[in-house]
């Protein structure tokens, strides 16, 4: 079982910044995919986008030029950077990690964006 914490949620006004992180309780970090996904009300979830162990990326295309996802292994975190922000980005947001050549995932209990003047 890998624990996932989310932080860096809240309200914004359109057009701001905000910046997610999740810290991921595990030796072996390095070994995971690490994914931000996004729930707005009535709607499924969805994936924004994924960093691989050697930090290649994965963007959801309605989201390519605005969100960035980066990684810091020497701290166990995953962030989701995240420019121009609309209403449609509001969202609760998951972290979620998935062990390289395995269907074992893991998620985080999701942080809450609201973009909303």
């Known amino acids: 079982q890998v624990q996932l914490v989310e932080s860096g949620g809240g309200l914004v006004q359109p057009g701001g910044s905000l910046t997610l992180s999740c810290v991921a309780a595990?030796?072996?970090?390095?070994?995971?995919?690490m994914g931000w996904y996004r729930q707005a009300p009535g709607k499924q979830r969805e994936l924004v986008a994924r960093i691989f162990s050697g930090s290649s990326t994965n963007y959801a295309d309605s989201l390519k030029g605005r969100f960035t996802i980066s990684r810091d292994n020497a701290k166990n975190t995953v962030y989701l950077h995240m420019n121009s922000l609309n209403s449609e980005d509001t969202a609760v947001y998951y972290c979620?990690?998935?062990?390289?050549?395995?269907?074992?995932?893991?998620w985080g209990q999701g942080t809450q964006v609201t973009v909303s003047s």
């Open positions: 595990t030796s072996i970090f390095r070994m995971y995919v």
């Open positions: 979620n990690a998935l062990l390289v050549g395995t269907t074992r995932a893991y």
